[in-house]
C-alpha cells in the first residue's frame, strides 16, 4: 500500500522535475530568441537611427564619436547642404524627382493593369507563349539591352529628358508588377465581371468599374514598390539625364560628394536624411501593401 | 469569339509594342553590336570575333572583373539568404510583436538600393567611421575597408545583406503556411527540433529558397551602385564589378561595341547559371503534392 503511493509520489516529483526542466528550457529559448532578434535589430537599425542623430551634428562632431545624440544640435547641415554647390536647391531635384515619378507611377499602373487583364480574362493565340515571355522579360539582365536603349533614345532625340524614364514603363516594361498583378487577379471570382457582361456591359467598362476596383490592394502595392525603386533609381538618371537642373535626388547627393571638396559630411548626411524621408513615410504608411506584396509574389513564383 | 481574340490583344497592345521596341530589338542589337566596333560618331564596323577574343586573350582588366564579380555573387547570396531564411524561422515562433520586428527588419530593404544609404555606407567604413569608432570601443583595433581588396569587397556584401528583408518576408510567408500537423507528426516520430527543421521544414521550402535563388543571384550580377559609389572599383579594381566596368567602356569612353561584347558574356554566365538552377531544381526542389520528391 505505502510502496505503491511511495511509487506514485516519486512518478510525479519526477513529472514535475521534467515539466520544470521544460519550462525553464522554453524560457532560455525564449529569452535566447528575443535577445537575438533585438539584437539584430539594433544592429541594423542603429546605422540609421545615427545617420539622423549625425545629421544635427557639426562636421568635427561626426568623426569624434559614435553617439547618437549631438552634443549641440545644429541644422547647419540641412541650410547649407540645401543650398548645394549648383544654382539650384535641393528643393529643385526633389520637384525633379517627382516629376519623374508621376507619370511614371500611373503609366505603370494603367499599362501593366490592361496587360494583366488581357492575360487572366481572355483567350488568344500564343498566350501561352507571350506569358512566357513576361517571366523571361522578368528575368532578363537589364545590362543586356541597356547600350540599345541609350542608342534608341539618341536617335529619338530623348536624351537628358525624362521619357526614356518614363516611356518603357509606360508601355508596361516592368514585367514584375505585370506578373503580380495576373497572379491576383486569377485569384479572383469572375461572377462579378459576368454579372457586368449580362448587364451589357462591354469589356472596358468591366475593366474600369468592376476589375480595378477589385484589384485595389494589388495596385496600390505596384503603385508604392515603382514609387520606391523609382525613388532609389540611379542608374537610369545617371545615363540619360545630363543637365543638373534635370537632376532627381538621386543624382543630386551624388553631386554632393563629388563637389564638396573636403567632404562636408554634416551636409551630405543631412541631404541624405531629406532623400529617404518620402520613401520612409510611405512605407510606414502603407507597409502592409509592401509586405503582402512581397509575400504573393514570392508564393505565387 | 472571333471578337474576343482580337479584345485580348488590343489590351495586351502597350506590353507588345514595348516588347518588341524596349526588349526584343535592342536585345538582338546588342548582340550585333558585340561583333562590331562603334563609336556613336560613325556607324557600326563588323569585326568579327575579336571583341571577343580580346576579351579573353588580352584585357586583364575584364579577367579581374569578372572574378571579382563571381566571387562578390558566390559569397553575397548564400550569405544573404541564409541570413534572411535564420531571421524568419526565429520569427516563426510564437513571437511577440512579429509584426514590429518584421517592419524593423524590412526597413533596409526598402532603403537599401538608394543612393543615400551608398553614401552613408562610404562614411559607416571610412578610415574614421562609426564601424571603426564602434571597433575602438570595444578595443580592437581600426580596420582598413577601402584599402584592402577583400575588406573592400566585403563591404558591398555588407550592404547587401543588410538589406535581406525582401527574401526574409517571403520565407516567413512560406513559413507560416506549413501545415502544423507535419511537425506534431515529426514530433511523434520522436524528431528533435534539428532534425524537423532539416527533414521537414528545410524541404517544404525549397521552393521560396529556389525562387530567392534564382532572383538574388541575378541581382547580385547586376550590383552597380555599391561599387560606382562606395568603392569607386578600387582599391586596384578589386572592386569593379562587370557591370561598372561596362558602364564605363559603353557610357564614360563610348566604346559601345566592345561594352556590349562584356554585357553579353555576363548575361550568358547568368543565363547558364539559371538553367543550371532549374535544371537541377528538378533534382531537389520539392512541390508539395507532386508525385515526384
Known amino acids: 500500500m505505502t510502496d505503491i503511493s511511495l511509487a506514485k509520489t516519486s512518478a510525479r516529483t519526477l513529472d514535475e522535475a521534467a515539466a520544470a526542466r521544460r519550462a525553464r528550457m522554453h524560457l532560455m529559448s525564449s529569452v535566447i530568441r528575443y535577445a537575438l532578434l533585438f539584437a539584430v535589430g539594433f544592429l541594423m537599425l542603429y546605422p540609421l537611427i545615427w545617420l539622423v542623430g549625425a545629421s544635427f551634428k557639426t562636421n568635427s562632431e561626426i568623426f569624434s564619436g559614435a553617439g547618437f545624440l549631438p552634443q549641440s544640435p545644429t541644422v547647419e547641415g540641412y541650410v547649407q547642404g540645401w543650398q548645394t554647390s549648383t544654382p539650384y536647391t535641393f528643393g529643385r531635384f526633389f520637384w525633379n524627382s517627382f516629376l519623374i515619378i508621376l507619370p511614371k507611377v500611373i503609366g505603370t499602373a494603367i499599362s501593366c493593369t490592361m496587360v494583366a487583364y488581357a492575360f487572366a480574362r481572355f483567350d488568344f493565340p500564343f498566350k501561352k507563349i507571350l506569358f512566357g515571355s513576361v517571366i523571361a522579360v522578368l528575368l532578363l539582365p537589364n545590362v543586356v539591352t541597356r547600350i540599345p536603349q541609350y542608342i534608341l533614345f539618341r536617335d529619338l532625340g530623348w536624351l537628358d529628358s525624362f521619357l526614356p524614364l518614363w516611356v518603357p514603363s509606360a508601355l508596361a516594361g516592368d514585367a514584375f508588377f505585370v506578373f503580380m498583378l495576373v497572379q491576383f487577379l486569377r485569384s479572383l471570382p469572375t461572377d462579378m465581371e459576368e454579372a457586368a457582361r449580362v448587364d451589357g456591359a462591354n469589356s472596358l467598362q468591366t475593366l474600369v468599374f468592376i476589375v480595378v476596383p477589385m484589384l485595389g490592394p494589388a495596385l496600390v502595392s505596384v503603385c508604392l514598390f515603382q514609387f520606391m525603386w523609382t525613388m532609389n533609381d540611379f542608374l537610369g538618371p545617371l545615363i540619360y539625364i545630363s543637365s543638373v537642373d534635370k537632376y532627381p535626388v538621386s543624382l543630386a547627393l551624388k553631386l554632393s560628394i563629388d563637389t564638396t571638396e573636403a567632404f562636408e559630411w554634416n551636409r551630405i548626411l543631412a541631404m541624405s536624411v531629406l532623400t529617404i524621408t518620402p520613401a520612409l513615410v510611405v512605407f510606414f504608411v502603407a507597409q502592409r501593401y509592401f509586405i503582402e506584396g512581397i509575400s504573393a509574389g514570392g508564393r505565387k513564383g | ?293
Request: with cysteine; net charge positive; glycine share 6%.
Open chain 2, 1 to 293: 469569339m472571333r471578337a474576343q481574340r482580337f479584345l485580348g490583344y488590343a489590351y495586351l497592345a502597350p506590353y507588345l509594342i514595348g516588347l518588341i521596341i524596349f526588349t526584343a530589338i535592342p536585345f538582338l542589337t546588342s548582340l550585333y553590336l558585340s561583333f562590331t566596333s562603334y563609336d556613336l560618331m560613325s556607324s557600326p564596323q563588323w569585326t568579327g570575333l575579336s571583341n571577343y577574343t580580346r576579351l579573353f586573350t588580352r584585357d586583364r582588366t575584364f579577367e579581374k572583373s569578372l572574378s571579382v564579380t563571381l566571387l562578390y555573387v558566390f559569397s553575397t547570396v548564400p550569405l544573404k539568404l541564409a541570413f534572411a531564411l535564420f531571421i524568419a524561422a526565429i520569427l516563426n515562433y510564437k513571437i511577440r510583436f512579429i509584426n514590429i520586428f518584421r517592419t524593423a527588419f524590412y526597413v533596409p530593404s526598402i532603403l537599401g538600393g538608394s543612393i543615400a544609404i551608398a553614401v552613408l555606407w562610404r562614411y559607416l567604413f571610412s578610415t574614421e567611421g562609426l564601424v571603426n569608432m564602434a571597433l575602438a570601443g570595444l578595443g580592437f583595433s581600426a580596420v582598413d575597408w577601402f584599402g584592402d581588396p577583400t575588406n573592400a569587397l566585403f563591404t558591398i556584401t555588407l550592404l547587401r545583406c543588410w538589406q535581406f528583408g525582401s527574401a526574409m518576408v517571403i520565407f516567413l510567408a512560406a513559413l507560416q503556411s506549413i501545415d502544423k500537423s507535419l511537425y506534431e507528426a515529426a514530433a511523434i516520430d520522436g524528431a528533435g527540433k534539428v532534425m524537423t527543421f532539416f527533414f521537414v521544414t528545410l524541404p517544404l521550402l525549397t521552393p521560396v529558397i529556389f525562387f530567392n535563388l534564382v532572383m538574388q543571384m541575378v541581382q547580385a550580377f547586376q550590383e552597380f551602385n555599391g561599387p560606382y559609389i562606395i568603392t569607386q572599383g578600387g582599391p586596384l579594381k578589386y572592386t569593379y564589378l562587370l557591370p561598372l566596368y561596362i558602364y564605363e567602356e559603353a557610357f564614360k569612353k563610348f566604346n559601345m561595341g566592345y561594352a556590349s561584347a562584356i554585357a553579353w558574356v555576363l548575361f550568358a554566365i547568368i543565363m547558364v547559371l539559371t538553367l543550371v538552377a532549374f535544371w537541377s531544381s528538378k533534382k531537389w526542389v520539392y512541390y508539395a503534392g507532386d508525385k515526384r520528391s
